[in-house]
């Protein structure tokens, strides 16, 4: 059965950088976008903040454009989120996310939910 763990969140300054890890297990990553989400404490709504298509494109929410970078390997079935320049609005809880049915810039846009969701990791930014 498909799992999705997330790891690498954490404390981190303004600033600073870091690096989310996923692993999608029990399929072939090749043929799934995979995204990335985020949750701000208080709310319900996980915003779609990434996706990398099973085409290896990259689409970006306008928020986080030049910041944040998707990657991935399929042969590992991971899934890496790099921040860079970390603001203390990047604060919530991080999820990653798989899914095989649409298109990748169908979840960015909301149009299509991820089927498959990780637990997430909290990133707390700040000093």
């Known amino acids: 059965q498909l799992q999705v763990v997330e790891s690498g969140g954490g404390l981190v300054q303004p600033g600073g950088s870091l690096v989310l890890s996923c692993v999608v297990s029990?399929?072939?990553?090749?043929?799934?976008?995979v995204g990335w989400a985020r949750q701000v404490s208080g709310t319900d709504r996980k915003e779609v903040l990434c996706?990398?298509?099973?085409?290896?494109?990259?689409f970006y929410s306008d928020s986080v454009k030049g910041r944040f970078t998707i990657s991935r390997d399929n042969d590992k079935s991971t899934v890496n989120l790099t921040i860079t320049g970390l603001k203390p609005e990047d604060t919530g809880f991080y999820y990653c996310?798989?899914?095989?049915?649409?298109?990748?810039?169908?979840?960015?846009?909301?149009?299509?939910?991820?089927?498959?969701w990780g637990q997430g990791t909290q990133v707390t930014v700040s000093s």
């Open positions: 996706v990398s298509s099973s085409f290896n494109e990259e």
């Open positions: 996310a798989a899914d095989a049915r649409y298109s990748g810039r169908y979840y960015l846009t909301g149009r299509a939910p991820f089927q498959y």
């Open positions: 029990q399929v072939d990553l090749s043929f799934f976008a």
